[in-house]
């Protein structure tokens, strides 16, 4: 079968499968309602057919490629439509003393005298009925024979069950599914419509409280370590003890290089020496000489000078000696990086540690420094046991920054342990630290916003 068929010469049954094939071999619903407003004339002759739906008015025209809804004759053809969707719901004649009058008295200025009337059940992809929201209108100069009624009644079926299928094909399209969602809440009350649901929802989960946390860089470091540091400038001898080594108080730990503070301490020797032997000479011969009675003072304060300077420089040469101040565990470097290192006076040399006094410490960056009480929680998820964190407890946190290593600006946190185990001082990880309770809306946001607030001036 083709376009050539008419229906003087082939029964009306073969033309409506011949309708019913081009249907299932529409690809889109445009080709689908060009079909139905300009190839239904192969079961019945017809000048003009419109096809309208209730949500969208005139969808297509015969002879036109695009319809506009604006212009007057599609304005009453679409109350036409409205006026025949209210008063019948079957296939039926249709002419102009079957309108209003003021729709009948436009008639014969848009229409010729006669017209059909076939209204279309359109089942939405939720599978609810919307009765007669979309028709189609035939007009033309001959009446509508009965017996073509059924026939265009049969073939308005095949045409939904086609447009239906490509409804099904577009299902995943945004359109379609907005489409589909408005439709199912339009037959629903309000209170019981999903969206409704939805977003009460969505506003219960924005509103709801969590704790406001951050990471920062952390490790386990001594509690209440002794810093023992150089007690003057020199230069480091011999280190005395091993790494990790437990000491017990009073033990030589490390000793500076005493060979300056010999050598001034054996000049310091003579020159006392020295101002002995003047003072004796000179108070021999006070006593016959009244100019060397009154020398005698000024060389008793040179012997008291003497005397204090031997007594710094032995106790120098004393403190070169550095002596454990208490008993624990001794922290520092590789002894070969010390010995013959110069060193300045307080510089930092070892610590001294109990192994099992340990606390966490944590660097929180300046772009997440939240407010902290004394007492947060703080877990610290080791590298070496990522599994296994560590609890803890915020003891301070630091009022102002100091610069890293890498150059950023940290602020100190100190957390005490709940549970004190085996974990070791120096072991490194990410340390979580929990805040003040906040909105999982502001928790979502609030990194966002910060790094758009840098860049944009609002």
């Not at 990471?215 to 470091?221: I, N, S, W």
Request: aromatic content about 8%; some cysteine; hydrophobic content about 50%.
């Amino acid at each position: 079968m083709n376009a050539s068929i008419t229906t003087g010469r082939v029964h009306p049954a073969a033309l409506l499968l011949e309708l019913g094939h081009r249907a299932r071999l529409a690809a889109t619903v445009q080709e689908l309602e060009f079909l139905l407003v300009n190839d239904t004339r192969l079961l019945q002759p017809y000048r003009q057919a419109v096809w309208w739906t209730h949500q969208g008015g005139v969808q297509a025209l015969s002879g036109v490629v695009q319809p506009d809804r604006n212009v007057p004759y599609a304005q009453w053809v679409a109350q036409v439509c409205r006026h025949m969707v209210q008063q019948q719901s079957a296939a039926c004649v249709l002419t102009a003393v079957d309108l209003p009058p003021d729709l009948a008295a436009q008639w014969a200025q848009w229409w010729p005298a006669h017209a059909v009337w076939l209204p279309m059940q359109l089942k939405s992809q939720g599978g609810a009925v919307e009765t007669a929201a979309a028709g189609l209108l035939l007009a033309g100069p001959e009446p509508v024979p009965a017996d073509r009624l059924p026939l265009l009644a049969e073939w308005s079926s095949m045409w939904i069950h086609a447009w239906q299928a490509l409804q099904r094909q577009h299902l995943g399209s945004p359109r379609q599914w907005w489409a589909r969602l408005r439709q199912q809440q339009a037959q629903r009350a309000w209170w019981r419509r999903p969206a409704v649901w939805a977003v009460c929802a969505l506003l219960v989960l924005a509103a709801w409280p969590v704790h406001l946390t951050v990471l920062a860089p952390g490790e386990l470091v001594a509690a209440q370590p002794v810093v023992l540091r150089a007690p003057m400038d020199g230069v480091v001898e011999q280190i005395h003890v091993q790494p990790n080594e437990m000491v017990s108080e009073g033990q030589l730990l490390f000793s500076l290089d005493e060979a300056q503070i010999a050598s001034r301490l054996e000049v310091s020797q003579q020159a006392l020496q020295t101002a002995e032997a003047e003072y004796r000479q000179f108070a021999q011969l006070a006593l016959g000489d009244m100019r060397s009675k009154s020398q005698l003072a000024a060389l008793a304060g040179k012997i008291g000078e003497r005397r204090a300077e031997q007594a710094f420089l032995t106790e120098q040469r004393l403190r070169a000696q550095m002596l454990a101040p208490r008993a624990g565990m001794v922290l520092f470097d590789a002894p070969t990086e010390w010995i013959g290192k110069p060193v300045q006076t307080g510089e930092r040399v070892m610590r001294i540690a109990q192994p099992d006094v340990v606390e966490v410490e944590a660097w929180l960056p300046i772009g997440d420094a939240i407010p902290l009480q004394v007492g947060a929680p703080v877990q610290l998820y080791l590298a070496a046991d990522p599994l296994a964190a560590v609890q803890a407890r915020v003891r301070y946190m630091a009022y102002d920054a100091v610069v890293r290593p890498d150059g950023a600006y940290a602020y100190r946190v100190r957390a005490e342990l709940l549970q004190p185990g085996a974990q070791r001082i120096g072991l490194k990880g990410t340390a979580k630290l929990q805040g003040e309770r906040v909105s999982l809306a502001y928790w979502m946001v609030r990194k966002p916003w910060a790094s758009i607030r840098q860049w944009v001036a609002l």
